[in-house]
Nanobody
Framework: QVQLVESGGGLVQPGGSLRLSCAAS????????MGWYRQAPGKQRELVAV???????NYADSLKGRFTISRDDAKKAVYLQMNSLKPEDTAVYYC???????????WGQGTQVTVSS
């Protein structure tokens, strides 16, 4: 059973940085596309970034240059480095794992990121 546990969220001032982590278990990590999504209050969940097995990445166009996704297959972890944070980045950030074999996805419980002065 796939389990994803996010950490690293919190309160940060505009212009600040945060690094989110997602620890995975119960899966063959290298067989999964790993991603970060976010959901702001009253809005739909949206893609932030994904990293494929092998390391290629895709980002939401609006976030390119500020956010960086990475994965460590040995640690079964995926990270999201967020720089130059803005109030509109405030959301619950979710880790996602999608099997390249079945295309079935799993979600973590989410971690709150609040950008405010």
């Amino acid at each position: 059973q796939v389990q994803l546990v996010e950490s690293g969220g919190g309160l940060v001032q505009p212009g600040g940085s945060l690094r989110l982590s997602c620890a995975a278990s119960g899966m063959i990590f290298r067989m999964y596309v790993m991603g970060w999504y976010r959901q702001a209050p009253g809005k739909q969940r949206e893609l932030v970034a994904v990293v494929n097995p092998g390391g290629s990445t895709n980002y939401a166009d609006s976030l390119k240059g500020r956010f960086t996704i990475s994965r460590d297959d040995a640690k079964k972890a995926v990270y999201l480095q967020m720089n130059s944070l803005k109030p509109e980045d405030t959301a619950v950030y979710y880790c996602n794992a999608e099997s390249i074999m079945t295309r079935m996805g799993s979600w973590g419980q989410g971690t709150q990121v609040t950008v405010s002065s």
